[in-house]
């Protein structure tokens, strides 16, 4: 299986960011702005928004003379001994985070071995997950996280799942047509998130954007009930700027 991998916002937010993170990590003794920029060369305005993300996010700590400082949740990712655990814990508090900045269930899928999966969500009472009424390995042509997913790999690779699964309606909404399906996803550009707008679950609208990190294809989803469509598009964009620090916990 190839990837069909164009680098979108986060995907660049994330590299500049670990770019920052090395530098502080060969500075045990600090760092500060002035020579991250200098070593980097990152604009001061990009700058500033990174280090406020990697201390909003535990990465980086400024001491008392200004510089900065690798933090916690870097020292704990980087460890082998626990790293497994870190990251499941790290993405966890990520997520939660997400969804109660945006007020909607929020979800990141990976595609597995062929199969669409759910790696981890958040939700609560007031932003409750879609009830998956139908496996979700089977209903990627109908999913915001499924076509996110199938549309970062190559037409082979979207082929030989659509031939593994076949493709249901589950509403008036679902696409069936093989067709139909593949050329909207060979012509969806990568920077444009994917919806489910009652294709999988009558009274559900979705979006995911992706998340694919080096090899693993990945996405970031969000849920929200028919009567609050009306915010898709403004959660979907909090999504997207929302998926930058999920890359990154995953790159280091």
Request: aromatic residues 4%.
């Amino acid at each position: 299986m190839a990837l069909k991998h164009e680098p979108t916002a986060p995907y660049h937010s994330a590299q500049d960011a670990l770019r920052v993170l090395e530098t502080v990590a060969r500075h045990t003794a600090g760092v500060t702005d002035v020579e991250l920029a200098r070593t980097t060369g990152l604009a001061p305005e990009r700058l500033t928004a990174l280090l406020r993300m990697l201390r909003r996010e535990g990465y980086v700590e400024q001491v008392a003379d200004g510089a900065y400082v690798t933090g916690a949740a870097l020292t704990r990712l980087s460890s082998a001994h626990d790293r497994d655990e870190a990251l499941r814990d790290k993405l966890q508090h990520t997520l939660d985070e997400l969804r109660d900045s945006i007020g909607a269930a929020v979800y990141i899928s990976r595609y597995v071995d062929g199969e669409v999966t759910i790696a981890q969500y958040a939700d609560g009472p007031a932003t409750p997950a879609v009830n998956e009424w139908v496996d979700f390995r089977s209903s990627a042509h109908a999913t915001a996280l499924g076509k996110s997913l199938l549309s970062q790999l190559d037409h082979n690779g979207r082929r030989d799942h659509l031939s593994r699964h076949r493709m249901t309606r589950l509403t008036s909404r679902t696409i069936t047509n093989d067709k139909l399906l593949l050329s909207r996803l060979e012509a969806q550009p990568p920077t444009v998130p994917h919806l489910d707008l009652q294709e999988y679950a009558v009274g559900t609208v979705c979006a995911a954007v992706p998340i694919t990190a080096g090899s693993s294809v990945g996405c970031l989803a969000l849920s929200l009930p028919l009567d609050q469509a009306h915010r898709l598009r403004q959660a979907t964009d909090r999504l997207n700027r929302g998926a930058a620090p999920v890359l990154l916990s995953l790159a280091i």
